[in-house]
């Protein structure tokens, strides 16, 4: 089955407002989670990410917050721009696979002016 | 400090043709990774590899071969092309050891398209 879920696929919001996207997973021994962001035509980057023995991180306008016992980590991003329009990817690893990273399918975030 | 990089950037191929893609990094990196993106399914794994001399299957490996060359290379070969591997090439690297897992660095792809 999916290791993990990423809600919505899509997503628009005008600027100046928050975004919020989820992850949802099943495996209770994973214990890091990174957000890529992957503008069109270029390479994902690490914008953020969270290790299971923290609830929450924040770097400026961007947070992550991670429920363990629910099972889900989203990220935050507050007073949105229009350079913030991009894919955004949620990734995990799992206890029994070192190294190895699993990714949603990613949310399509349009920032209008 | 270059980071991941990827050759070729664009490849066009006929059904049946071979080719190899070539990935390298200079950040000491001890795994390396190979994916797919296709739209709407995210990024799939191919083949990784966790440390040099080792490989192992990902999600989606059929129709693939891997080489990890040295520590700094690692380098996927199709060996009879076919239009369901057109598709977006990326490879990473990370410092993941032990039981700690760290952000994984992508070079820029190889737009890769199979006629």
Not at chain 1, 92 to 113: A, I, M
């Given at each position: 089955?999916?290791?993990?879920?990423?809600?919505?696929?899509?997503?628009?919001?005008?600027?100046?407002?928050?975004?919020?996207?989820?992850?949802?997973?099943?495996?209770?021994?994973?214990?890091?989670?990174?957000?890529?962001?992957?503008?069109?035509?270029?390479?994902?980057?690490?914008?953020?990410?969270?290790?299971?023995?923290?609830?929450?991180?924040?770097?400026?306008?961007?947070?992550?917050?991670?429920?363990?016992?629910?099972?889900?980590f989203?990220?935050?991003?507050?007073?949105?721009?229009?350079?913030?329009?991009?894919?955004?990817?949620?990734a995990?690893?799992?206890?029994?696979?070192?190294?190895?990273?699993?990714?949603?399918?990613?949310?399509?975030?349009?920032?209008?002016? | 400090?270059?980071?991941?990089?990827?050759?070729?950037?664009?490849?066009?191929?006929?059904?049946?043709?071979?080719?190899?893609l070539?990935?390298?990094?200079?950040?000491?990196?001890?795994?390396?990774?190979?994916?797919?993106?296709?739209?709407?399914?995210?990024?799939?794994?191919?083949?990784?590899?966790?440390?040099?001399?080792?490989?192992?299957?990902g999600?989606?490996?059929?129709?693939?071969?891997?080489?990890?060359?040295?520590?700094?290379?690692f380098?996927?070969?199709?060996?009879?092309?076919?239009?369901?591997?057109?598709?977006?090439?990326?490879?990473?690297?990370?410092?993941?050891?032990?039981?700690?897992?760290?952000?994984q660095h992508?070079?820029?792809?190889t737009?890769?398209s199979?006629?």
């Open positions: 089955g999916e290791n993990v879920e990423q809600h919505p696929s899509t997503l628009s919001v005008q600027e100046g407002d928050s975004a919020v996207i989820k992850c949802t997973y099943s495996d209770s021994a994973s214990n890091y989670f990174p957000w890529y962001k992957q503008e069109l035509g270029k390479r994902p980057q690490l914008i953020i990410d969270i290790r299971s023995n923290v609830g929450e991180k924040k770097d400026q306008r961007i947070a992550v917050t991670l429920n363990k016992t629910a099972k889900h989203s990220l935050h991003i507050t007073e949105t721009q229009p350079e913030d329009s991009a894919v955004y990817f949620c995990l690893d799992r206890g029994s696979t070192l190294g190895r990273l699993y990714f949603g399918r990613g949310t399509q975030l349009t920032v209008w002016p | 400090n270059a980071g991941v990089t990827q050759t070729p950037k664009f490849q066009v191929l006929k059904t049946g043709q071979s080719m190899t070539q990935c390298a990094q200079d950040m000491n990196h001890n795994s390396m990774y190979w994916y797919r993106q296709d739209p709407g399914m995210g990024l799939r794994l191919i083949y990784y590899s966790a440390s040099e001399g080792t490989t192992d299957k999600e989606v490996p059929n129709g693939y071969n891997v080489s990890r060359l040295n520590k700094r290379e380098s996927l070969r199709l060996e009879s092309a076919a239009p369901s591997q057109t598709s977006v090439y990326f490879c990473a690297s990370s410092e993941a050891t032990g039981s700690y897992n760290q952000p992508f070079g820029d792809g737009r890769l199979i006629l």
